[in-house]
């Protein structure tokens, strides 16, 4: 009898184990970038796009977002940024059609509609780049932790540039802000971890 309670035993224990085992495979999301637990809703706004129409974040539901903070006149590190999230929608293949990038520029003053559409055309036609005024862009950078200080450059044409921190914010198919990926993630973790929320935003 000992005997035949212990196998019964075993047997369940066996079974709850597998079944966690599953149910873990199931629900844990392994992600590669900077990642935020809990993942909690995306701060919301509604700026101005390349085209002159009103962009709320929230109406995004559906896609991945991919949100970047920089500016046309960026020498390095926008360009860069900007040629691998072109590159990373390419290699997603049609999963990419479900991917949206946004450029929300740090430098208002310069950056209007018409200089953006024409910096971003560079890239992808499918990126949007938003823009304001100062007002309605600083609240936007203050709420997503980002740093973007004016730094003048007297014996430069440019006049100034715009020192900023460099990460790519992603926000999943529900609104939430699960990631961020740093300057210099690998173009492939990067891929996989956008293809990873396209995939479970569908079940």
């Known amino acids: ?82 040629a691998e999230m072109s590159n990373l929608r390419r290699k997603l293949g049609a999963e990419g059609q479900q991917v949206q990038v946004v450029l929300i520029t740090v430098d208002p003053e310069r950056d209007t509609g018409e200089v953006m559409e024409a910096y971003l055309r560079n890239f992808d036609p499918t990126f949007v780049g938003l823009h304001g005024t100062r007002a309605e862009i600083d609240p936007v950078i203050r709420a997503y932790g980002v740093t973007a200080i004016k730094r003048e450059l007297p014996n430069s044409a440019m006049g100034y540039t715009m020192d900023h921190s460099s990460f790519v914010y992603v926000i999943d198919q529900a609104g939430r802000w699960r990631e961020q990926f740093a300057h210099g993630t690998p173009l492939d973790l990067m891929v996989n971890d956008v293809r990873t929320l396209v995939r479970t935003g569908r079940s």
């Open 1 to 82: 009898m000992r005997g035949l309670l212990q196998r019964y035993v075993w047997f369940w224990l066996a079974a709850l184990l597998f079944v966690g085992l599953v149910s873990g495979c199931r629900t844990q999301t392994r992600l590669n970038g900077l990642v935020l637990e809990p993942a909690n809703p995306a701060p919301d706004f509604t700026l101005t796009d390349q085209q002159g129409q009103p962009f709320q974040l929230s109406a995004q539901r559906g896609k991945v977002v991919l949100l970047y903070f920089g500016f046309t006149q960026c020498p390095d590190l926008c360009p860069t940024t900007l």
